[in-house]
């Protein structure tokens, strides 16, 4: 089985509400994929689609080219994290993993072989009930980490994490993808995944809105602009409007210039004799073009409060 | 990995999943304490009198038997054949359901039971008794009212004969220790009915022809409470070409009737009487001859914590369904094992196992826990034989009374299934066990009947060892223990069926 995730116009409403709208992209191995997209855009209806919970109204989603419900062990070809707070709480961690290593299977030593990898070893005879959010993520890990899968799902993993958490799972994020797995990784935050996605899925309302690398993703939304502090600011700002430029005025000292390379802004400030004591080019990060790409698609956009006091 | 799916694997995670969780194993352990726990201590608040009865009879099988009826008999030695016609049979006329002014209960109206017993009814016919004792050893052939011809001994034999009435020839041969009965139209040509050897018949025993007709029970049952009530009748018959070898007087005797006197003082029918009339004789005779087995049921009784326990049951597996949906649980269950009927069937494999064990041992210590109190307070043979585990209708009942808390217990995590709420799971089930139970008790005769056949309440049947009764203030006894177990059983394939219907159709 090729370790992949294909999703292919996958439709899904409930009731009234279109949850996912003809949504596909494909989740390869070797790379860490990042599902973003804002509250409510339909990533998780979609993880429960391709985790045969749900059932599509169109379209499908593949592991490896097989419906996840044709999967005879799936804990072995599919390990999922989607609620870490779905633990009975009057079970032991050890006993939690015991019963799903049972159901596909599952050697019981890969039971503390992945209580140790999460960092669970003290608290595997604890209850579940007692564990704080960042202990039920790890053992929600665990869980997924079971089967030792070659395509991982993981829904918001970093929630609910410490500082310490978080740097540890992007780590395990890039390991396991280093290891030739398809990882499929959700966040509504982009700057979360910006330093551990490979290639990123963006969502809005259901439906796709980019699919592409990480770099591509940056260069394709950081217009070109250039900031510039200078004492004579209503000199530059006619020099460069006159040449064609985009200015705008941001600070009693600075503009940002748009439509035109750094270098030429500054050849024609220069050529005019304005002194600017600063030229900046700015770069747009991931979050800002995430923000670009997802602005229209927000579910629950804060309204405008009319009338309001400045 | 070599990981492998199989059936067995997916059971023990169910397993895993059940023993796991400490407060169901604690509320397991409970649902067998609470079982023992109650009928333990309702054991002691239970008592009968049935042995210090006066007219408490056993039979020569130390049963309890009835052996009233009037006797016409003469003392004979030895090998002898005695040959009768009963030239006529008159039965009782057809007794007044409701008589103004009766003395039951809260003046309820009575119902007349109808006996299927071949023992029941009135009946003309010939016996060989040891003496004239009530409770002795006999045989004898008799001609019954509406039972066809018959013969029988030792108020535990029965065996049919013709199904004739009206006029008919009887014999009965003794050779020995054994006993043949013989039955004709005419006198000449003879069929045999059968042999039997009476327990005790001594070289001389009490032969001769009598009357008996068994008193008409009446029962008023309802608003939690039953009384069984007696209104004797008496039959007469007519006898002729009465033929007995070395024949001597005749002399006629009530055979132990105690309450005669009682009740011609009330002026009720007078015990039985003879008159010879030309070369016959008329008999009057009032009374059954039969096994008399009191209704009260000692294992019943010695279970009667099983609704306690039941209730414990009820929960754990209710909580066993819908502990999947707190939190989402049911996706975890299901990513991990796509094909969600074998979940389902898994789970109601082990949780029957758990519940049939825990059942079966709270049952079993109920029962033996239970006996010695209840001996104490009158349970005791011989008008209720100690019970052993290995009589058949003991070890039925302890068996499919854990089978009915199993299926009550399985019930309840179908519709946890389906409820996806613990509370509600619950109480549904709760209510659909208790609330029959309740309105049975309170309605009156034997209406509940149909409530038992039709809800979860008729499995209580399978508490009895004995047959079932409308005399007893419990519902639950008017059914017979298999038709309890099949209702409940009907409920749970259904609540099972419908689960798994929904866990297919729908979005975990």
């Not at chain 1, 939304?221 to 200015?247: D, I, N, P």
């Not at chain 2, 009835?66 to 002898?80: A, E, L, N, R």
């Not at chain 2, 070409?241 to 070395?246: E, P, T, Y």
Request: aromatic share 6%; hydrophobic share 45%; net charge neutral.
């Amino acid at each position: 089985m090729e370790p992949t995730i294909e999703v292919r116009a996958l439709r899904k409403r409930y009731h009234t509400t279109v949850a996912v709208d003809g949504l596909s992209f494909t989740v390869r191995p070797g790379e860490v994929t990042g599902f973003v997209g804002p509250n409510g855009a339909g990533k998780s209806t979609t993880m429960r689609l391709i985790l045969g919970l749900d059932s599509p109204d169109d379209g499908a989603a593949l592991i490896g080219g097989q419906h996840y419900r044709s999967l005879r062990t799936p804990l072995t070809k599919v390990g999922a994290l989607l609620d870490a707070s779905a633990v009975h709480p009057g079970r032991k961690a050890r006993d939690h993993l015991l019963w799903l290593a049972h159901s596909n299977g599952i050697p019981k030593r890969r039971v503390g072989d992945v209580i140790e990898q999460v960092g669970l070893g003290s608290a595997a005879r604890r209850r579940a009930g007692g564990f704080s959010l960042g202990m039920q993520q790890r053992l929600g890990i665990a869980a997924a980490l079971l089967g030792d899968p070659p395509v991982l799902i993981f829904d918001e993993p970093v929630n609910g994490l410490d500082p310490d958490g978080i740097v540890w799972i992007r780590g395990l994020l890039k390991t396991l993808a280093a290891e030739g797995r398809a990882v499929l990784v959700s966040s509504h935050l982009m700057g979360e995944l910006e330093d551990t996605a490979d290639h990123l899925v963006v969502i809005g309302r259901g439906r796709l809105v980019a699919d592409t690398s990480v770099a591509a993703l940056v260069a394709a939304a950081s217009k070109e602009r250039t900031e510039v502090v200078t004492a004579q600011r209503e000199e530059a700002t006619a020099v460069l409007a006159r040449a064609g430029a985009t200015v705008a005025v941001i600070a009693s000292d600075t503009v940002t210039v748009e439509g035109m390379p750094a270098d030429r802004v500054s050849a024609l400030l220069t050529g005019a004799g304005i002194a600017f004591t600063e030229l900046r080019r700015h770069r747009a990060t991931l979050e800002e073009a995430y923000m670009d790409l997802t602005r229209g698609s927000i579910e629950y956009a804060p309204e405008a409060v009319e009338g309001s006091a400045r | 990995m070599n990981a492998r799916e199989s059936f067995p694997r997916l059971l023990l995670s169910e397993w895993t999943k059940l023993r796991s969780v400490p407060r169901w194993v604690i509320t397991f352990a409970g649902a067998m304490a609470l079982t023992i726990g109650l009928s333990a201590l309702l054991a002691s608040a239970n008592r009968t009198d049935a042995n210090e009865h006066r007219n408490f009879v056993v039979g020569p099988a130390n049963d309890p038997v009835s052996d009233t009826f009037y006797f016409v008999h003469q003392p004979i030695t030895g090998d002898t054949t005695f040959t009768v016609r009963v030239a006529s049979l008159t039965p009782p006329r057809e007794p007044n359901l409701r008589r103004p002014g009766d003395d039951s209960p809260g003046g309820d109206s009575m119902t007349l039971l109808e006996d299927p017993s071949p023992y029941a009814g009135s009946a003309a016919g010939i016996m060989i008794k040891d003496g004239t004792r009530s409770g002795s050893s006999y045989a004898s052939m008799l001609l019954t009212a509406d039972r066809g011809v018959r013969m029988q001994s030792d108020y535990a034999t029965d065996r049919e004969g013709s199904a004739s009435s009206g006029t008919r020839w009887l014999r009965l041969v003794r050779s020995g220790d054994t006993i043949t009965g013989y039955e004709s139209a005419d006198g000449t040509n003879w069929t045999p009915v059968g042999s039997t050897t009476p327990k005790n018949l001594p070289a001389t025993a009490e032969i001769g022809f009598y009357v008996s007709s068994a008193p008409a029970l009446y029962t008023s049952r309802g608003g939690g409470s039953s009384s069984l009530g007696e209104r004797p009748t008496s039959a007469d018959a007519t006898f002729d070409n009465v033929a007995l070898d070395g024949a001597a007087q005749w002399r006629g005797d009530q055979i132990a009737d105690q309450n005669a006197d009682e009740r011609e003082g009330k002026g009720g029918p007078p015990g039985g009487r003879y008159t010879a009339s030309g070369s016959g004789f008329v008999v009057t005779g009032t009374g059954a001859i039969g096994p008399k087995v009191p209704d009260d049921d000692i294992v019943e009784g010695a279970l009667i914590g099983v609704i306690a326990g039941l209730m414990a049951l009820i929960s754990v597996g209710a909580l066993f369904a819908t502990s999947e949906y707190r939190r989402g649980m049911i996706r975890t269950t299901f990513v991990a094992t796509p094909r969600r009927g074998r979940v389902l069937a898994a789970k109601a494999i082990v949780l029957g196992i758990s519940a049939y064990v825990v059942s079966l041992a709270g049952v079993v210590a109920a029962l033996l826990l239970a006996l010695p109190t209840m001996k104490k307070h009158g349970f005791a043979p011989p008008a209720f034989p100690t019970p052993s585990l290995s009589d058949g209708p003991v070890a039925r009942a302890l068996l499919l009374t854990a089978a009915f808390m199993t299926l009550v217990a399985l019930f309840a995590m179908a519709v946890g299934m389906l409820a996806r709420r613990s509370a509600a799971a619950i109480t549904t089930t709760i209510v659909l066990v208790l609330l029959p139970l309740i309105i049975g008790m309170v309605l009156p005769g034997t209406a509940p009947r149909w409530l038992m056949y039709t809800t979860l309440a008729g499995g209580m049947a399978t508490q009895r060892a004995k047959p079932p009764t409308v005399t007893l203030a419990e519902p639950w006894a008017m059914i017979g223990p298999w038709a309890g177990i099949a209702v409940v059983t009907a409920y749970t394939c259904a609540a099972l069926g419908l689960a798994w219907l929904r866990l297919r159709r729908t979005d975990a």
